[in-house]
């Protein structure tokens, strides 16, 4: 039946012969009277509320002194009063249609017909803004790319999809592969969006934007209101609110894949996964597969929801309630109330709370906080602003139940929530701080058992803090997050997020702004809460060298300001939003990406390649994706910072046949923001390695782009293909035009080019081979068809061995004479310095430097004798020396260093407090002092994976470390840092 059943909705049937005529079955009767009675219970019990809650007289006075001074202010302003003015003076025709009785439809799916393919990928514009609406022309939308409007009568909603039960029929495109296939309703040859079979509804589309439109209309009104005074925005208000209360209690429950419930949306909400299959009603045939229970597709609240198809965007619902607050008791210009006992009934019970109800099974239950994903903040900020506006107080407690397991349970030790930047802060934090934000101040009532006091959290929560201090560790110095893994490109933060850290933790993100608001204007959260001085101090921001010690991620940097240069190399453990790229690379210099990360392309096709291992700077084993779930145990080896150079390696176990996957990074650092990078990468195991490296520099969006080979016969490079907007696999996941050059030199380089940068790639590795291609080098939805240059140096063999060793060194636009590497080498090491011992000499414009990896016995090169893990040597333009040795027992360098010294100091933890580790071994005789502006690591380990933490100080049996605190460690490892140098 289940087959038939699917085939007759995609053909636009009705009710079905077999099913029963009805508008409300027996269980949706009573579970809607169980839901009404909920709400009688809840009003009835509601403590009292001294409006307005959400704005203080103060903040009023502060928004309107910026307004009387401030351009921004006054342009958040005009811009607030131009829409407030305009819905104000619009009658209820206008209303009935802004906030129509159809319920709006999915917009993720929306595809130009006109260019998609050609100037636009299916189903990608929505993410990228690729579409224009505008609310004084609110029934058409037009496509940025080519600059068609729809609808049009070229591209007719011929589909249809009805809904009997609850009377609602909804209309939408069939594309031309589906036209030309009408015996097919599967879905096969729909667009595809996050590979689900989508029918863009242009119309349905229209009353999305339309609604959300109004939605925020409704809060400038209420602001609007509160800065003027003047009644007719709040009236414009109250008859908004009682429009949404008589539509939305009605409009369906579907989710972002198109399936629609036919029944009581609340009962949907409820009962999503339960529901009798002739209720549940999608346009494509397979969406339901072999299930009788309804189509697999029907998703949960997270991809659901009556307005919008992803938690029904509740989040609005801080807005919906400021209004709400700031127009409670509003009168109009002969002192009469705006409200009648009835009107204000009505919206409580058929918008306000029936929006929140909405989210409740998905939280976990009514009153219940259990639900602790990265889209649960969006309802608890909800939920805190239903709570302190309507004097619920049981939802202000579920709010900060919710905020305080997410907190505890999402964040790690380190302030990371384990997934990408983006979702650590823009997904999890951006709403969550709101329910603090919003209940700060909010007084328990007398009678409330559960809790007691004034809500503080911002003063009394650190984990908070941790939170927001990690959260400006993980951005570039121009503002911008690192781009790893799931983080778009390029994307920073929220303003609100920094605003809302410059309120509570000016000592954290005091004088930032300017910075880190990258020329935006203050938000509406500035208006209210921040001063004009707490805005315009400006002390610059220069993020610190960072070890993640429970994300797993480091950050090695130089310089200061927008232009200063940024490594990371993440090495994280497995998690969602995380991507298959641990060891990766990615290296910013001068506000320029050298070595990317294409980031995150929310769930369009081009992300199977951004994922990919494929796709980043690292070794590729065996021609094979790494391993991302199961076994994977990422360490770090050692890490240490120094003004002039700083070091980082870790290894991790995503490859099953390889013992050994290591990557070393360390940063040279030069004059201003100057760097070059050594990079050496040890793999063992396996047939096939291939080192992967590919530049942001030289892309085929960039003016004069080009590559070129130096003591390399590489076969010359065919122009760069443009696919434009395909989709197709071929196109958007794969290396193509592969050139390649057998046996190469162990010396040569790589040159990628653009009007304005240069980035050269040293190998100083043997190999078998080198190829050199081109791929997908899409960062967004805008960026159609770009590609950028790949390089892979290959070694195959049985049981392989390889050591990759690399230099990375960004250019200007001076030739030769502005990169400051003049030669780089590596040295033939003696094979009593054991089997993995290397030796790199680089002369360059700043110095030359001596760096020595891994050697087993003290083995004397070219006047430098060594041992240990890792040593710098520079001797600088003027002659004078300074060298830096990491775990090195010895490093001298006629008379300058050291011997015979103790190279790391390592035993059981004895104790454990939040930053000491108490040890069961003395410290070494000749522990050396650690150096000005030089930081060590400690490597702790609780199993067989280790991580560190930035030593702070150390005791006989005692260390102790500064910025995150400990977490379980049984054995530690401090390798010693010595520095020395040349008297000035």
């Not at 129509?100 to 260019?115: K, M, Q, V």
């Not at 030790?413 to 384990?418: E, L």
């Not at 040890?919 to 690591?937: E, L, N, Q």
Request: hydrophobic share 35%; glycine share 8%.
């Amino acid at each position: 039946m289940a087959a038939d059943y699917a085939r007759r909705v995609a053909d636009g049937e009705g009710f079905m012969p077999w099913q029963k005529r009805e508008r409300g079955s027996p269980d949706e009767v009573s579970f809607r009277a169980m839901i009404e009675e909920r709400k009688t219970r809840l009003l009835a019990g509601r403590a009292p509320v001294c409006h307005p809650v959400t704005l203080t007289a103060d903040q009023v006075a502060q928004a309107r002194r910026h307004i009387a001074s401030e351009p921004w202010a006054q342009k958040y302003f005009a811009a607030a009063k131009a829409v407030a003015d305009y819905v104000a003076q619009r009658d209820d025709a206008y209303l009935a249609a802004m906030i129509p009785e159809l319920t709006p439809t999915n917009p993720y799916g929306i595809s130009c017909p006109n260019c998609v393919g050609r100037l636009t990928q299916e189903c990608s514009i929505y993410y990228s803004g690729g579409t224009e609406w505008d609310y004084r022309n609110p029934d058409v939308i037009r496509c940025k790319a080519c600059g068609q409007v729809l609808p049009d009568a070229r591209f007719p909603e011929e589909g249809r999809m009805v809904c009997p039960r609850t009377g609602q029929t909804f209309t939408y495109y069939i594309n031309p592969a589906e036209q030309s296939h009408p015996e097919d309703r599967s879905g096969r040859y729909a667009w595809k969006w996050a590979n689900y079979p989508i029918h863009v509804s242009f119309e349905g589309i229209l009353r999305e934007r339309k609604v959300g439109f109004m939605i925020d209309a409704l809060h400038k009104l209420g602001v609007v209101y509160a800065l003027t005074g003047e009644p007719r925005y709040a009236r414009a208000a109250v008859a908004i609110f009682q429009r949404l209360a008589h539509c939305y209690r009605f409009w369906l429950y579907h989710d972002y894949c198109d399936s629609y419930v036919d029944c009581d949306p609340m009962y949907a909400a409820w009962h999503y996964d339960t529901v009798p299959l002739e209720w549940k009603r999608n346009p494509c045939a397979d969406a339901y597969g072999d299930k009788t229970d309804g189509p697999s597709m029907v998703r949960n609240y997270f991809g659901a929801g009556r307005i919008h198809a992803s938690c029904d965007v509740v989040s609005k619902l801080m807005g919906i309630c400021r209004t709400y607050d700031l127009a409670h008791d509003a009168r109009d210009a002969d002192g009469r109330p705006l409200w009648t006992e009835e009107s204000r009934a009505k919206v409580e019970r058929d918008f306000l709370l029936e929006y929140i109800m909405g989210a409740e099974r998905w939280l976990g239950g009514h009153l219940e906080a259990t639900n602790l994903n990265n889209k649960a903040g969006r309802a608890y900020c909800a939920v805190a602003a239903i709570g302190k506006c309507m004097g619920l107080p049981g939802y202000a407690d579920t709010a900060l139940r919710g905020y305080e397991a997410l907190l505890d349970k999402a964040f790690l030790s380190d302030g990371h929530s384990g997934e990408s930047p983006f979702y650590s802060f823009d997904g999890f934090l951006s709403p969550l701080i709101w329910v603090p934000e919003m209940l700060d101040g909010f007084e328990w009532p007398a009678d409330y058992k559960k809790r007691t006091g004034t809500v503080r959290v911002f003063e009394s929560d650190t984990k908070l803090r941790m939170v927001m201090r990690t959260l400006l560790d993980c951005l570039r110095p121009n503002g911008l997050y690192v781009p790893l893994s799931d983080t778009r490109v390029p994307h920073g933060p929220s303003l609100h997020l920094l605003e809302i850290g410059l309120k509570h933790y000016p000592d954290l993100y005091g004088g930032t702004m300017p910075t880190l608001s990258r020329g935006r204007d203050p938000s509406e959260y500035a208006l209210f809460n921040l001063t004009t001085d707490e805005l315009r101090r400006d002390t610059g921001f220069t993020p610190p060298e960072v070890l993640f010690p429970a994300w797993k991620a480091a950050i090695l940097r130089h310089g200061d300001g927008p232009g200063a240069a940024c490594l990371a190399l993440p090495f994280n453990n497995q998690g969602i939003h995380l991507q298959n790229d641990s060891l990766s690379l990615y290296y910013a210099d001068g506000g320029d990406c050298i070595l990317g990360d294409h980031g995150y392309m929310c769930d369009t096709p081009m992300n199977g390649w951004i994922y990919s291992t494929f796709s980043h700077n690292v070794v590729i084993v065996d021609d094979a994706e790494q391993e991302q779930w199961g076994r994977r145990v990422p360490s770090l080896r050692m890490m240490a910072s120094a003004p002039g150079v700083s070091v980082v390696e870790a290894e991790s176990n995503v490859y099953g046949q390889c013992g050994v996957y290591q990557r070393l990074a360390a940063m040279v650092k030069g004059p201003g923001s100057q760097t070059f990078v050594v990079d050496i990468f040890r793999v063992r195991g396996g047939r096939r390695h291939a080192w992967q490296c590919f530049s942001e520099i030289g892309a085929s969006d960039a003016e004069g782009n080009g590559r070129r080979f130096v003591g390399l016969d590489m076969p010359a490079e065919p122009p760069l293909p443009n696919f434009g907007g395909s989709v197709d696999p071929e196109h958007i996941s794969r290396l193509r035009d592969a050139r390649r050059v057998e046996s190469p030199p162990a010396a040569w380089e790589a040159i990628w080019s653009q009007k304005s940068r240069r980035y050269r790639l040293h190998v100083l590795s043997p190999a078998d081979a080198v190829e050199a291609t081109n791929g997908p080098g899409q960062e967004d939805e805008l960026q159609v068809g770009r590609r950028v240059r790949y390089l892979n140096v290959i070694r195959q063999g049985e049981n392989l061995a390889s050591t990759f060793v690399a230099i990375h060194e960004p250019g200007g636009t001076g030739g030769e004479t502005d990169m400051p590497i003049i030669r780089a080498q590596r040295v033939d090491v003696p094979a009593e310095a054991g089997p993995d011992a290397l030796a790199v000499r680089i002369k360059s414009r700043w110095g030359t430097y001596f760096l020595l990896n891994r050697f087993d016995r003290v083995v004397q090169i070219e006047g430098v004798r060594f041992r240990g893990e890792f040593g710098v040597l520079c001797v600088e333009p003027s002659g004078r020396r300074w060298l830096m040795g990491v775990a090195a027992e010895t490093f001298k360098a006629n008379g300058l260093g050291y011997e015979n010294a103790t190279p790391s100091w390592s035993g059981r933890v004895v104790e454990k407090s939040a930053d000491t580790l108490t040890v069961d071994a003395d410290k070494p005789a000749d522990w050396p002092a650690t150096p000005a502006g030089v930081t060590s690591y400690v490597r702790t380990a609780a199993d067989t994976a280790c991580t560190g933490f930035p030593v702070a100080s150390v005791g006989e049996r005692r260390i102790v470390v500064g910025r995150f605190p400990l977490i379980d460690a049984a054995r530690f490892e401090l390798p010693a840092v010595r520095c020395a140098a040349d008297p000035r």
